[in-house]
Structure formats: C-alpha cells, structure tokens
C-alpha cells in the first residue's frame, strides 16, 4: 500500500485584495498554503500605526490573515471592522489596532502574526517577507525620486510618469522562514496585485529573487485585470510581464495566468476617472494560460474560485 499523498505546499506572494483573492480560493483545496506578504504600507490605519509606534505595517498581513481563516462568522468580521468615528480611531480596523498590540506584548512581529493566526484559526502560515521596517521609493522617468508606499500608490506627482526604477530604504533581508517556505514550495504564485506597491517590494528584499532561482517549485505570475495611474498607465499584459521579469531575472516565470474577459462598460466607466484602463491580454501563446476569470460586482477583480481553478490545474 502507498503511503499518504503529501500536500501540494504552495506560496503566494504579495498583498493587498489579489492576494486575499488567491488565498481564499486556494484554501478550498486540500493543500498547504503559505503567503508572503510585502511590509512597506504606509497609508491609512497602517501608515498611522507604523508612525506613532515604529512596527511593521500590519495591513497587508491582517488581509491575508482573515482570508485564511477558518472562522466564517464574527471573528473575521471583527478583524476587518473599521472604526468611522472618535477622533483617535476613526479611520482604523480592528485587526491593525489587535496586530499592534500583540507587536508590544510578545515584542516581535513575526510572533504576533502567529499569536494572531492561532486565534485566528489560520489553515496555512502567513509570513511577512522581511521583519526590517523599510520603505519603498521609486525614481520616475524624470529623475523625480518619490518615497512611501502611499506617496506612489496615490499619485502626489504626474501620473503620466512612468516608474524607471525601484528601491528599498533601508537594505531589507528576507525573514528566514519566508526564505524556508519559497525553497521547500512545489508552486509559487506571484499576484494578482499593484506591480510596484504590492508584488515588486516583495522581489526588492534582498534575498527573495536568490530563493526563486534556488527553488524547484513552479512559479506562476498573476497578471492584473485593470492598470493604475501613476504606476502601470496604459500597460498591457506585456508590459506587465516585462517589469516583472526586468527585476526578477528572466527563465524564473513558467507561467502566466491572464484575464481575456472585458469588464462590462458600467465598470469600466467606474474606472475612467482614475485613468486606469483594462489590460489587453496581449502575451503570445506557450506560458500563457488565458482564461474568463473577472469577479466583483462594481470593482474590476478576480474570481476566487475561478482563478483557483486554473491556478490548481497548472
């Protein structure tokens, strides 16, 4: 008699709603699921935070947090729970506030996180990438240097300039058990998400892009479905991959997983103030696996159970 069949150990790297997205999907299948999540938020709760205590920016890792979880009533909805009102916790959620003080009392970021994931229920891990709280900056086109997450994800320059480069203030390591988990993975899927503020950073610590070369699993890369003033204006999925690969080195990518579904016009024209614009799916055939996969009923996103298919069938 055979022994018992392993558990397929996948990694999802990234953060923000594509990789709540991914994660949610994924979790239906008997599988073992970690994510790897970017740590140079700066905006909102979690930039308010990091200000006023110095931690990690816990946003990013409450999403993936919650989407992992095994509780499906009010403890989600609590970890979630943004505050609207008081002049001090209007703005922040729950689980940021509930991350920052298990970040005082176990006096580390990577134990709150699993503090958090075991009330939490978590079925997999979730791993920030690196535990040195760092910054992102770009150099745009014109010379221009902007730094801050939010300074780039919300354009406080020319959105009609592009991104020429990108870089991490200070040197940021890769957290050890990030680096464990991407070397022992039989698959790796790298977004959906912003390209430069959510999938990129990830790839900029030092030693993510050596532990994708060294491992043997099978990297699949996410495209998005819409672009982002002041980030990806007028990209298509060739673009897209192009980036990727300018910092991830060429050869590592074997798939590609690309929407070919038009959002409907109502949503489009949601989008047309923020300039941004729906990615042609314009890669050539052989790594590209296109398929129907828009979810969301009034924003442009991916269909969980629809990308996870495809995602399991690579």
Known sequence: MGG????????????GTGSYNVLCGLKKYPVDLTAVV???DSGGSTGRLR??????????????????????????K??????????????HRFGNLFLTVLRDLTGGDAAAVREAAKILNVRGQVLPVTLNNCQLGVVLENGQTVVGETNISIPRHDP?????????VPRARINKEAEAAILEADKIIIG????????????AVSGVKAALRKTRARVIYVCNIMTKAGETLGFTAVDFVRELEHYLGR??????????????ARMLKRYAAERAEFVEPDLEEGRVRRASLLGGRDLARHDSDRLARVLMSL
């Not at 920016?57 to 992992?68: H, I």
């Not at 979630?80 to 001090?88: A, K, T």
């Not at 009609?160 to 991490?168: A, K």
Request: hydrophobic share 35%.
């Open 160 to 168: 009609r300039l592009r991104i020429r480069s990108l870089f991490v």
């Open 251 to 264: 050869g590592i990518v074997q798939d590609i997983v690309c929407n070919d579904q038009k959002p409907p």
């Open 78 to 91: 609590l970890f979630e729970y943004r505050f609207d009102r008081g002049s001090g916790l209007s703005g």
């Open 51 to 76: 200000d006023e205590f110095g931690f990690l920016p816990p946003g990013d890792v409450r999403r993936c947090l919650v989407a992992l979880s095994s509780d499906t009533g009010l403890l989600r």
């Open 38 to 40: 970017t740590m140079m």
């Open 192 to 203: 959906p998400g912003d390209l430069y503020t959510s999938i990129l950073p990830n790839i």
């Open 4 to 15: 018992k069949r392993k558990k397929e150990k996948i990694v999802v790297i990234g953060g």
